[in-house]
């Protein structure tokens, strides 16, 4: 925003309202009230018929899964022993778990956040990591900035378009008042003395316990990509098993096996989403800090009037 356009701004806007808590309520609250989704008679009464629904195609589901007389009652890797554990879930489950929410006072099918809260957390959260944000691409692209040396990242990460954490290696010192207040100081590495005893809480023991730079294959070695990889690996083997059981018209293993690949392929999207740019690139990457605040002003503009 301008100096001018600043001048002619409401009041509100030039205390930088996103750092007012009440304002910040205020809005939340609005946005609530208006983007409430449906709890009328007719969406209780439609859970509520779609829970005794699930209550019954539960029940039929896990009688389906029953062993016919003369067939061996162990639980085994099959399509029936999927029906017996599927049907009982439903049942017990899923089947009362809309009926009891068609009842509740809350009455929605899940606590579900609005889009335009959602979307000024995102906006509030750009705006403070924006410094941030800047000092890590000046020190990224600089190789004689002061900073350079402090950032970690490897040549294949560039190749698969990972995602830059800028807060994983930068942040702002802090300083406490007498009074308790704390004010932000300037940016510092988070491996520096100074971030180090500006950032510290303490323990039961009366120990400070302090949170340094996060190394980049901390992200990488998670249980989530650890399954990826393994399922990646085993996949050569789980083609032959899948055109061994077309030939012999196995198609319960079939089936285990077209789960096991629809599994593979949620978990690759969820960790290509979450980690990477490939899908889903930063919209904001070259946005300056006064279009996010307009946008924010603009957000808070069509859910609250103004007085």
Not at 72 to 91: D, E, H, P, R
Not at 102 to 114: A, D, M
Not at 213 to 218: C, N
Not at 268 to 280: A, E, Q, V
Request: hydrophobic residues 45%; proline residues 5%.
């Amino acid at each position: 925003m301008t100096e001018d356009a600043e001048e002619l701004a409401p009041f509100w806007w030039k205390v930088r309202w996103y750092q007012d808590d009440n304002l910040e309520n205020k809005l939340i609250e609005a946005i609530r009230v208006k983007d409430k989704p449906s709890t009328g008679t007719v969406y209780r009464l439609f859970l509520f018929v779609c829970g005794i629904l699930f209550f019954f195609a539960g029940w039929i589901l896990w009688n389906i899964g029953l062993p016919a007389e003369g067939e061996s009652g162990a639980v085994g890797m099959n399509l029936k022993t999927l029906f017996f554990f599927t049907g009982i879930f439903v049942q017990l489950a899923i089947g009362p778990y809309f009926a009891f929410v068609s009842i509740s006072n809350y009455g929605r099918l899940s606590p579900l956040v609005p889009k335009a809260q959602i979307e000024y957390f995102r906006l509030k959260k750009a705006i403070y990591d924006r410094e941030v944000y800047d000092h890590y691409w000046a020190a990224l692209r600089d190789p004689d900035h002061e900073h350079h040396n402090e950032i970690i990242r490897y040549k294949w990460m560039d190749r698969v378009r990972w995602k830059h954490h800028p807060s994983d290696f930068f942040g702002y010192q802090i300083f406490t008042k007498e009074s308790g207040e704390e004010t932000r100081g300037p940016i510092v590495p988070k491996s520096s003395a100074e971030y180090r005893n500006s950032n510290f809480t303490l323990d039961e023991n009366g120990d400070p316990l302090f949170q340094g730079p996060t190394h980049p294959l901390k992200r990488i070695l998670t249980l989530p990509m650890f399954l990826f990889i393994f399922q990646l690996l085993t996949f050569p083997i789980v083609v032959i098993n899948a055109i061994i059981s077309i030939t012999i018209n196995d198609w319960e293993i079939l089936f285990q096996i077209s789960i096991g690949f629809l599994l593979m392929i949620l978990l690759g999207n969820y960790l290509i989403r979450r980690n990477t740019d490939l899908i889903n690139a930063d919209a904001d990457t070259d946005v300056v800090v006064e279009d996010l605040e307009e946008r924010s002003r603009l957000l808070y503009e069509r859910y609250v009037t103004i007085p």
